[in-house]
């Protein structure tokens, strides 16, 4: 079946560690988002990207980053820099011309 | 800036009782969403509505949209237990592609 799979769905970080979680999707998408949802509050955009090898910075992009080597992948790393990782990321994509968003089953970060 | 405002935040009702989610947006908006989310879970795609005087229906929500006020409402009739989640509305601008950009959620609570 088309979808979008993030993985792991828990994630453990220990202070100063880099995790990286993952987001692939079959849909033939061009286009793919990171959200961020803190308990009790909307998402907001990490990053974002419209083609494979280009990515831009959303509204809360510090201290994470991202790649887009191929299609069907958009890693986010949340790096030591972020200093209150612990939350709730979504990713998800989109086709051409402005349709709907697809979401993934997201994944929860934990700093430990 | 793009701003999404949803009110209530939160929303204790009694089953059988009718109330009304209200979604105000700062810029003109080209479409406008309304999610479901479950506790723990990614959201559900509810309703997209594109034009102005645009009303949707499933089951007992109905979703509408005037772009004039740039305001979409979420009715909610003869309420259920199962209704019970967080509703979240999001408006892509005519710039930003599918980016989206979230309101802070309405926490419903339907009681017995």
């Known amino acids: 079946d088309g979808g979008i799979t993030q993985s792991p769905k828990y994630l453990f970080r220990k202070e100063g560690q880099n995790v990286t979680l993952s987001c692939e999707q079959n849909l033939n998408h061009d286009a793919m988002y990171w959200y961020r949802q803190d308990p009790g509050q909307g998402l907001r955009l990490i990053y974002y990207s419209q083609i494979v090898n280009d990515f831009q910075k959303g509204d809360i992009a510090e201290g994470y980053s991202v790649s887009r080597e191929k299609k069907e992948s958009f890693p986010l790393t949340v790096t030591s820099a972020q200093k209150n990782p612990t939350a709730f990321y979504l990713c998800?994509?989109?086709?051409?011309?402005?349709?709907?968003?697809?979401f993934g089953q997201g994944t929860r970060l934990t700093v430990v | 800036e793009l701003k999404v405002e949803q009110n209530p935040l939160f929303l204790s009702m009694q089953e059988g009782k009718n109330y009304t989610i209200y979604c105000n947006y700062s810029t003109t908006s080209d479409r406008l969403y309304w999610y479901r989310q479950d506790p723990g879970k990614s959201l559900e795609s509810l309703f997209v509505?594109?034009?102005?005087?645009a009303v949707k229906q499933e089951g007992r929500l109905m979703a509408s949209l005037d772009t004039k006020a740039r305001l979409s409402t979420l009715h909610i009739t003869a309420a259920v237990h199962d209704l019970s989640a967080t509703y979240f509305c999001a408006v892509t601008g005519e710039t930003s592609g599918s980016r989206l950009t979230f309101g802070e959620g309405t926490q419903l609570t339907v009681n017995p």
């Open positions: 998800a994509s989109s086709p051409p011309r402005r349709t709907e968003a697809f």
């Open positions: 509505l594109l034009s102005n005087g």
